[in-house]
């Protein structure tokens, strides 16, 4: 019954990210400015998507209040059991880290402005998310080589799981200074809630990998999905907009990173949901 409870949650979840991934793509082609992004029309398709949005959220939480994991007694020392898909998700996800790296090396130290310029209130966050997508990315190839073969112990890293902690909380600030109505710059809105659930995420991994406690699972399940269901309907819609608007530009790297975070996330769900 509660196996039936959960699977039957998440797949509620997934429903409502599906549509809130087809509203967005038709607010992207038929009421969205291609230059700003902002909607075009003050309709109620914004609120229908922060609804769904809303919905994916409780039905994901209650999903995972019900799944019924083992004892500690039972959980793996010293990193997640081989498994090939957490190993591919978190080498795209180093990859894609160190590409944001290097574009914000261009963008902060390119003198000719072809490349834009940070404003003088963004410095600070943008030099802490250059630093730290570099670090990051060394984290996600550790784990990756963790969910490999458990060749290191990350319960003896404890300090490490800081880093994509402090990145994301560096983008969400940069991103807050920069948003606008949340009507019309759903754009916006849904990068500042993926970056939420993906400061969630992150603390809850480090947490689960830190002491791999089943007590910990289900925290970190809910926002494993949450963040996967939210890559789709808010990080690969931004890249849909980006792409048809041909607006995609070196500052704009990070929405691949966003998704590859969303993939890796999904695929630390779906390895605790099969356990």
């Given at each position: 019954m509660l196996k039936t409870k959960y699977k039957s949650g998440i797949f509620v979840a997934f429903l409502f990210c599906i549509a809130a991934f087809l509203l967005r793509i038709y607010q992207i082609f038929s009421i969205t400015d291609a230059q700003s992004g902002l909607l075009t029309e003050k309709t109620s398709t914004s609120y229908f998507f922060y609804g769904a949005i809303f919905l994916i959220v409780i039905f994901t939480f209650?999903?995972?209040?019900?799944?019924?994991?083992?004892?500690?007694s039972d959980a793996v020392s010293g990193g997640f059991k081989r498994d090939n898909f957490c190993f591919i998700s978190a080498v795209i996800l180093g990859i894609c880290l160190f590409v944001q790296f290097v574009s914000a090396s261009i963008v902060l130290f390119d003198n000719?402005?072809?490349?834009?310029?940070?404003?003088?209130n963004l410095i600070v966050s943008a030099v802490f998310v250059w630093i730290f997508s570099l670090a990051s990315s060394v984290y996600y190839f550790l784990i990756a080589l963790s969910v490999r073969g458990n060749?290191?112990?990350f319960s003896k890293l404890s300090f490490f799981h800081i880093v994509p902690v402090v990145l994301i909380i560096s983008r969400l600030f940069t991103q807050l200074i920069n948003s606008v109505s949340a009507?019309?710059?759903?754009?916006?809105?849904?990068?500042?809630?993926?970056l939420i659930f993906g400061a969630v995420f992150v603390i809850c991994f480090g947490n689960y990998m830190d002491s791999l406690s089943c007590k910990k699972k289900k925290s970190l399940l809910f926002s494993s999905f949450c963040l996967g269901f939210l890559g789709i309907c808010c990080v690969l819609t931004n890249l849909v907009?980006?792409?048809?608007?041909?607006?995609?530009?070196?500052?704009?790297?990070?929405?691949?990173?966003?998704?590859?975070?969303?993939?890796?996330?999904?695929s630390v769900g779906k390895k605790l949901i099969s356990e």
């Open positions: 209650f999903a995972c209040r019900s799944k019924n994991f083992y004892e500690d000719t402005g072809v490349y834009g310029s940070v404003e003088q060749w290191y112990d009507v019309f710059d759903i754009i916006s809105a849904g990068r500042i809630v993926f907009f980006l792409i048809s608007s041909n607006t995609f530009t070196i500052e704009s790297i990070s929405v691949l990173s966003d998704f590859a975070l969303s993939i890796f996330a999904f």
